[in-house]
């Protein structure tokens, strides 16, 4: 009943406040902060943050990627500290956040705080919450979280503890699971509760629902799940209208970012690629021409899997292996004298457009550029960085779902959870060499890997993609690894997009371009505006990156001629 009278009073506290009815005080906040050693000035929406934080006490920050949330975050930690309302902090995030909540509590409150990560085996991890003290600030994992939720509930009952959840809305899965039960059990035992995400919503509006309730776990906002479910699914501004009093959120363009330049390079295919390529779209064309119908085109559109086409203009010898990440099995049933060239396609042949990005580097790092290279395949990432560094006498680096960094964010796999010194720690130590190496560098990676928590935008501005999919989001938050707040004034971010085109014919690289460029708008609103909406992914990665009813219906017309363009 308490914390009923609690969150109705704070509601319309939030709401007089939002609403300009009632004012902050905001010089008594920086009052706290001085006397909490706070180091770094605030700019005005983080501050924004901040007044509705103090006062509506456990909120979300779901502005943009790259708006400083840990920051703001961190601040309201410290006037709590100092006002002795909270004594310790509890961050739950991916592990890739770990450094630079580090970081940021580095700079912007010196010693005054210390971080802890929560890791190693459960007689370690028992010793790190056994000595926890005041004015710490413990990191942890999900799955850490969830294997460790009755220690956390012990730790919030000895001491009064800030429960904060960063990139939220990893934790968004509406029926089972065990990261969004875990947590919620433990925020019910939290002083204050932050959750902290630039996408919140990436599938539907229902992904709210386990975020809103760490928030406020007597399910205040949602009521139950069912009642959630319909309530999504025939009125979801009123949905909205509930969170909204808790929920700040701030658009890329309060920002004050310089644009970003965008460079499009034409690559020929060439040789055995060349081939290759026109062997795939002919395939494809065979299928289509027997399909007798208009949505049995679709349906062998779909069922051929274009990614093959974006394979063959990236690298060939990706079709002779299986990709586990959009699970595709090794091409099968070429021409024998093709397939004996495929087979041995590493070795008597370069992609044509690792050739061009490799000539792109060489024009950036004579500048005294650093820049990332993305792919969406992991061996196109082996072997560009192969030849990179067979080129370039400077570091060239790379980072993919295989590089230790613990358990997996994407996992919910509590059994023999154990994260041991030197996982994430690799990961990290491979970004800040390349940010902090002197002279240029190369970081070649993939955006399922490093699309999230990561900031690349201190010393590198520039990016080149061997590849892109149709998946529109993934692409944008891409470029926001670069191009975010904290960008030094005098940088241009230039963003290098390779196209592969065959006898001076655009490939399906043209289709994507073009289909990014018409959903871009669309998706800015979603990913980077002022409202909060579901932004309508697929759980599935390759539903997204192989496109939507239109795109397919796209690249049919495409493929019989009926349409063409540039």
Same mark, same amino acid.
């Given at each position: 009943?308490?914390?009923?009278?609690?969150?109705?009073?704070?509601?319309?506290?939030?709401?007089?406040?939002?609403?300009?009815?009632?004012?902050?005080?905001?010089?008594?906040?920086?009052?706290?902060?001085?006397?909490?050693?706070?180091?770094?000035?605030?700019?005005?929406?983080?501050?924004?943050?901040?007044?509705?934080?103090?006062?509506?006490?456990?909120?979300?920050?779901?502005?943009?990627?790259?708006?400083?949330?840990?920051?703001?975050?961190?601040?309201?930690?410290?006037?709590?500290?100092?006002?002795?309302?909270?004594?310790?902090?509890?961050?739950?995030?991916?592990?890739?956040?770990?450094?630079?909540?580090?970081?940021?509590?580095?700079?912007?409150?010196?010693?005054?705080?210390?971080?802890?990560?929560?890791?190693?085996?459960?007689?370690?991890?028992?010793?790190?919450?056994?000595?926890?003290?005041?004015?710490?600030?413990?990191?942890?994992?999900?799955?850490?979280?969830?294997?460790?939720?009755?220690?956390?509930?012990?730790?919030?009952?000895?001491?009064?503890?800030?429960?904060?959840?960063?990139?939220?809305?990893?934790?968004?899965?509406?029926?089972?699971?065990?990261?969004?039960?875990?947590?919620?059990?433990?925020?019910?035992?939290?002083?204050?509760?932050?959750?902290?995400?630039?996408?919140?919503?990436?599938?539907?509006?229902?992904?709210?629902?386990?975020?809103?309730?760490?928030?406020?776990?007597?399910?205040?906002?949602?009521?139950?799940?069912?009642?959630?479910?319909?309530?999504?699914?025939?009125?979801?501004?009123?949905?909205?209208?509930?969170?909204?009093?808790?929920?700040?959120?701030?658009?890329?363009?309060?920002?004050?970012?310089?644009?970003?330049?965008?460079?499009?390079?034409?690559?020929?295919?060439?040789?055995?690629?060349?081939?290759?390529?026109?062997?795939?779209?002919?395939?494809?064309?065979?299928?289509?021409?027997?399909?007798?119908?208009?949505?049995? @085109?679709?349906?062998?559109?779909?069922?051929?899997?274009?990614?093959?086409?974006?394979?063959?203009?990236?690298?060939?010898?990706?079709?002779?292996?299986?990709?586990?990440?959009?699970?595709?099995?090794?091409?099968?049933?070429?021409?024998?004298?093709?397939?004996?060239?495929?087979?041995?396609?590493?070795?008597?042949?370069?992609?044509? @457009?690792?050739?061009?990005?490799?000539?792109?580097?060489?024009?950036?790092?004579?500048?005294?550029?650093?820049?990332?290279?993305?792919?969406?395949?992991?061996?196109?990432?082996?072997?560009?960085?192969?030849?990179?560094?067979?080129?370039?006498?400077?570091?060239?680096?790379?980072?993919?779902?295989?590089?230790?960094?613990?358990?997996?964010?994407?996992?919910?796999?509590?059994?023999?959870?154990?994260?041991?010194?030197?996982?994430?720690?690799?990961?990290?130590?491979?970004?800040?060499?390349?940010?902090?190496?002197?002279?240029?560098?190369?970081?070649?990676?993939?955006?399922?890997?490093?699309?999230?928590?990561?900031?690349?935008?201190?010393?590198?501005?520039?990016?080149?993609?061997?590849?892109?999919?149709?998946?529109?989001?993934?692409?944008?938050?891409?470029?926001?690894?670069?191009?975010?707040?904290?960008?030094?004034?005098?940088?241009?971010?230039?963003?290098?997009?390779?196209?592969?085109?065959?006898?001076?014919?655009?490939?399906?690289?043209?289709?994507?371009?073009?289909?990014?460029?018409?959903?871009?708008?669309?998706?800015?609103?979603?990913?980077?505006?002022?409202?909060?909406?579901?932004?309508?992914?697929?759980?599935?990665?390759?539903?997204?990156?192989?496109?939507?009813?239109?795109?397919?219906?796209?690249?049919?017309?495409?493929?019989?001629?009926?349409?063409?363009?540039?």
């Amino acid at each position: 009943m308490e914390r009923r009278r609690s969150f109705s009073r704070v509601t319309e506290q939030a709401l007089r406040l939002r609403s300009g009815e009632e004012h902050f005080n905001h010089g008594a906040l920086n009052a706290t902060l001085d006397e909490a050693g706070w180091h770094r000035a605030l700019r005005p929406h983080q501050q924004e943050f901040a007044a509705l934080a103090m006062t509506a006490i456990n909120v979300a920050n779901f502005s943009v990627p790259g708006a400083g949330k840990t920051a703001a975050t961190l601040a309201v930690a410290a006037a709590h500290m100092q006002l002795g309302t909270v004594d310790l902090v509890v961050v739950v995030g991916p592990l890739a956040s770990f450094e630079p909540w580090e970081r940021e509590t580095q700079v912007c409150l010196g010693a005054r705080a210390t971080t802890r990560r929560v890791r190693g085996n459960k007689r370690e991890r028992l010793a790190v919450y056994a000595s926890a003290r005041p004015w710490q600030i413990l990191v942890l994992s999900y799955a850490t979280a969830a294997a460790d939720q009755r220690e956390l509930i012990e730790l919030c009952s000895s001491w009064n503890v800030m429960l904060i959840v960063d990139e939220s809305h990893r934790v968004k899965r509406f029926r089972g699971g065990l990261w969004a039960p875990a947590l919620t059990e433990v925020a019910k035992s939290a002083r204050v509760r932050h959750v902290l995400s630039g996408t919140p919503m990436p599938q539907s509006g229902k992904d709210l629902f386990s975020q809103a309730n760490i928030m406020w776990p007597d399910q205040q906002l949602t009521g139950n799940r069912d009642a959630f479910a319909a309530a999504v699914d025939q009125d979801f501004g009123r949905v909205a209208s509930r969170v909204h009093p808790f929920a700040h959120r701030t658009p890329k363009a309060a920002l004050g970012l310089p644009d970003y330049e965008v460079h499009s390079h034409s690559v020929p295919l060439v040789g055995t690629q060349a081939e290759v390529y026109e062997y795939i779209e002919g395939r494809f064309r065979r299928e289509l021409n027997d399909a007798a119908t208009w949505q049995d @085109k679709i349906a062998a559109m779909r069922r051929g899997r274009p990614i093959r086409l974006l394979q063959a203009a990236a690298n060939p010898d990706l079709l002779n292996g299986r990709d586990s990440y959009f699970n595709l099995p090794a091409l099968d049933e070429q021409p024998t004298s093709l397939m004996e060239r495929l087979a041995t396609y590493a070795r008597f042949e370069v992609p044509a @457009k690792s050739l061009a990005a490799l000539d792109l580097i060489e024009q950036i790092a004579a500048a005294n550029g650093k820049v990332v290279c993305w792919s969406n395949f992991v061996p196109n990432l082996d072997q560009f960085s192969r030849l990179a560094r067979a080129r370039f006498a400077f570091p060239v680096l790379q980072i993919d779902g295989r590089v230790p960094a613990g358990t997996d964010s994407l996992h919910e796999d509590m059994q023999g959870i154990v994260e041991n010194a030197g996982e994430v720690d690799t990961r990290e130590r491979i970004i800040d060499r390349f940010l902090n190496v002197d002279g240029p560098s190369v970081l070649v990676t993939n955006p399922a890997s490093c699309s999230e928590s990561i900031s690349l935008h201190s010393t590198c501005h520039n990016a080149i993609y061997l590849d892109r999919t149709y998946d529109c989001a993934l692409f944008l938050q891409s470029i926001d690894r670069i191009h975010r707040l904290g960008l030094p004034p005098e940088a241009t971010v230039r963003i290098h997009v390779l196209c592969a085109t065959v006898d001076g014919r655009m490939t399906v690289d043209g289709l994507v371009g073009s289909s990014l460029r018409q959903k871009s708008d669309a998706m800015r609103q979603l990913l980077e505006g002022a409202e909060l909406s579901p932004i309508g992914l697929s759980d599935d990665p390759s539903v997204d990156a192989e496109g939507s009813e239109d795109d397919l219906e796209s690249m049919v017309r495409f493929l019989l001629g009926e349409e063409m363009r540039s």
